[in-house]
């Protein structure tokens, strides 16, 4: 399974981006996706995730009622639109794919992952 995401730049804070995450290869019927983040100095963070017929979305905290993911399976791809942009937003962010299981907010339970987009929100 490959990923490619895009969709990063540059942005004001109080403005809005929308990444999207293509998927390719060998994926399952019940794959989960999610997005993730990885802010300079920090850890590596889960950001929002959706199981694969959209049914069921899961948001971190410091992202809930900004940000929303939603995916269209017909092309394989997950958008993460984010809205209300705030400078603490600034990092990679990357998607990754779960072949079957539940979702989750856990890193390792994530077989592929893309290479990331960087998204930088200015004060």
């Known amino acids: 399974v490959q990923l490619q995401a895009s969709g990063g730049g540059l942005v004001q804070a109080g403005g809005s981006l929308r990444l999207s995450c293509a998927a390719s290869?060998?994926?399952?019927?019940?794959?989960?996706m999610g997005w993730f983040r990885r802010a300079p100095g920090k850890e590596r963070e889960f950001v929002a995730g959706?199981?694969?017929?959209?049914?069921?979305?899961y948001y971190a905290d410091s992202v809930k009622g900004r940000f929303a993911i939603s995916r269209e399976n017909a092309l394989s791809v997950v958008y993460l639109q984010m809205n209300s942009l705030k400078p603490e937003d600034t990092a990679v962010y990357f998607c990754a794919f779960r072949l079957a299981g539940v979702l989750t907010d856990q890193p390792q339970n994530y077989n592929y992952w893309g290479r990331g987009t960087l998204v930088t929100v200015s004060s």
């Open positions: 290869g060998r994926t399952s019927s019940s794959y989960v």
């Open positions: 959706i199981t694969r017929r959209g049914s069921n979305t």
